[in-house]
């Protein structure tokens, strides 16, 4: 069963902050976030295992609470660069073919 | 060197038609996967193969099939293409954890 991603779509000024969540009706191992930009393929921005970590990777941040089954992406003091659709990528287990994507947020970022 | 390579880009057939797409990694990852992304930009996973076998086959029609020759190629061939099938076929390849790397896309168009 595919995670639930929220809010659905973020317009943002450059420089706010943005929180996108995800998740899961079952128990995660890990969860792995992307950004896709228009036309092109996603891009893997981070993974997170079990136990709570928080990992960073530029200005972006994303924390995993398994015990919620949650995921969350921080975005903080937004570039017009980040604009694209977030996906949520989850897997319920070390097997790496169980895993599933929510349905995505759409970041824009305005000037 | 590209990591996960999919052939074509552009993919415009008939209705009817038999069309296939080719994917192929050279990261040693053990996983490859197909996805279909539709114009409201969900990912789908259709199939997931480890080491040459079939571990997930999403609801799919029966018209779609993948081969996988060896470890490195996952390939789709697809039947009797419909106007629904048109889409953008996502090729990606991971290993244990599930962090995915995806080849460029194929867009298929149908008329």
């Known amino acids: 069963q595919q995670p639930v991603q929220s809010p659905q779509a973020v317009i943002l000024r450059e420089g706010e902050d943005a929180v996108i969540n995800c998740s899961s009706s079952?128990?995660?191992?890990?969860v792995h976030w992307y950004r896709q930009k228009h036309g092109e393929a996603p891009v893997f921005l981070m993974i997170l295992l079990k136990g709570g970590e928080q990992k960073g990777h530029e200005k972006i941040s994303a924390s995993f609470n398994e015990k919620k089954q949650q995921s969350s992406l921080y975005l903080t003091a937004s570039q017009l660069s980040y604009s694209g659709t977030y996906f949520c990528?989850?897997?319920?287990?070390?097997?790496?073919?169980?895993?599933?994507f929510g349905d995505g947020t759409t970041l824009t970022v305005k000037p | 060197d590209t990591a996960v390579s999919q052939t074509p880009k552009y993919l415009v057939t008939q209705m009817g038609n038999d069309k296939s797409i080719k994917c192929e990694q050279n990261?040693?990852?053990?996983?490859m996967y197909w996805y279909k992304q539709d114009s409201k930009k969900f990912l789908k996973i259709m199939f997931s193969?480890?080491?040459?076998?079939?571990?997930i086959n999403e609801t799919v029609p029966n018209r779609f099939s993948p081969k996988s020759p060896d470890k490195a190629h996952l390939n789709l061939h697809i039947n009797s293409l419909e106007l629904g099938d048109s889409a953008v076929y996502f090729c990606?390849?991971?290993?244990?954890?599930?962090?995915?790397?995806f080849g460029q896309g194929t867009r298929l168009t149908v008329v």
């Open positions: 990261l040693g990852h053990d996983t």
């Open positions: 193969y480890n080491n040459k076998e079939l571990i």
């Open positions: 990528g989850t897997a319920g287990g070390t097997n790496a073919g169980k895993s599933t």
């Open positions: 990606a390849s991971s290993q244990l954890l599930g962090t995915a790397f």
């Open positions: 079952k128990a995660l191992y890990s």
